[in-house]
């Protein structure tokens, strides 16, 4: 089949593990046509954005991405906002997709899709939102102007023309529904997921490579957070947590990712004054999956990301603020942490007994397996 992915709502970022990355890949390794469409909107290695030029080119798997300009007089500072771009039913055209996947409701372009599904009825078109309240709608003209009249507007002129449309946790659900007015009988489950690490022999290798360099032991409890770290994801509450420890030898927390200019120096502060406390800065993806083997536990007080479910897929417990999306995909699975006390009681008691970690290790794993292999979830819309 021909699969055509638009990125025109939300950033396509090549060489990266984000959905649209992952799902894209796999519709390839599945064999069929892949192409993506996505906007000339990017950010660079510290969350800057940034204008990407338009074009074609192939990525990194082999697809085709072809990045469209705004349409002519929309590319000011906030008529992008409206998210309208040239060419982008030419390109529909001239590809002749048998299915299309609009990633992120928000935005102009899913009526120009309304509009090619009206003429060729038999094309499936999917679309996902991932907005929920945390990071969309924070200010009055984001929530009463962009999404509760014009995006609502234009998703409810488009709904009927929508097969499916995905939400990947609870509370984006709850943001579909109050936000844009979508149809219960439209919404379906599609978690952000991973590729489960099934090799047992990769899976030790990997583990005992990075242990090694890092002079882990075995029996040493290896934490790990990642990711882009502004003052939401509450990591100096979690370095905080981990100071009760700097003289347990046992206790150690890796620390990958970029931290945001609010909170860099409070870190580093805390960093450098704690051993236990083992910060190496931005890692590419395949470098962070083998971290995420050596891991024993991924600890993180914000909402729902792909590296949660990431950490799932390589064998990891996990150590969450008990959200709702947390509480639907994993119930007892996890280990649930609401602030700096509940950190520090959690490693207190798996120093008292590690059997615990080994029941959530073997919950969470049967989780990656049976929820979250994007070898299964891709036949949601395939």
Request: glycine letters at 4%.
């Amino acid at each position: 089949m021909k699969i055509l992915h638009l990125a025109l709502s939300n950033y396509y970022v090549d060489n990266y593990q984000y959905q649209e990355n992952i799902l894209t890949r796999q519709n390839k390794i599945d064999g069929h046509e892949v192409l993506i469409v996505a906007s000339i909107e990017g950010f660079d290695s510290r969350y800057r954005r940034i204008k990407l030029d338009a074009g074609e080119y192939v990525n990194e798997d082999g697809i085709t991405v072809i990045r469209v300009r705004y349409r002519k007089y929309f590319d000011k500072k906030y008529l992008i906002k409206i998210r309208t771009f040239r060419d982008v039913y030419k390109i529909m055209e001239e590809f002749a997709p048998d299915i299309i996947f609009f990633h992120g409701i928000a935005g102009w372009e899913i009526l120009t899709i309304a509009k090619y599904k009206r003429k060729h009825p038999k094309v499936r078109f999917y679309a996902d939102s991932h907005a929920d309240f945390n990071n969309s709608a924070k200010n009055f003209f984001s929530k009463l102007i962009l999404y509760k009249l014009f995006y609502r507007m234009c998703y409810k002129i488009a709904e009927k023309w929508i097969d499916k449309l995905f939400y990947i946790t609870l509370e984006t659900k709850f943001f579909a529904k109050k936000m844009f007015s979508a149809q219960e009988s439209k919404l379906f489950y599609l978690p952000l997921g991973g590729n489960p690490i099934v090799s047992d022999i990769y899976y030790i290798r990997e583990r005992n490579k990075i242990r090694n360099s890092l002079n882990i032991h075995n029996d040493d409890l290896l934490f790990i957070t990642t990711g882009k770290f502004g003052p939401h994801k509450r990591l100096i509450e979690l370095l905080t947590a981990f100071d009760k420890f700097r003289n347990n030898d046992r206790i150690k927390l890796v620390i990958l990712g970029q931290f945001y200019s609010d909170i860099e120096d409070t870190a580093l502060a805390i960093i450098n004054n704690n051993s236990s406390l083992i910060y190496l800065g931005w890692k590419s993806s395949t470098e962070v999956d083998e971290f995420l083997c050596a891991a024993d536990i991924y600890i993180q007080l914000a909402g729902q990301t792909v590296s949660m479910q990431n950490a799932l897929c390589h064998r990891c417990a996990v150590a969450l603020f008990p959200y709702p999306s947390h509480l639907h995909l994993l119930g007892d699975a996890a280990f649930y942490i609401k602030d700096k006390l509940d950190i520090e009681n959690l490693v207190t008691d798996l120093l008292l007994d590690v059997t615990t970690l080994d029941k959530k290790k073997s919950l969470c794993w049967k989780i990656a397996r049976d929820k979250l292999d994007y070898k299964q979830i891709v036949k949601e819309y395939t």
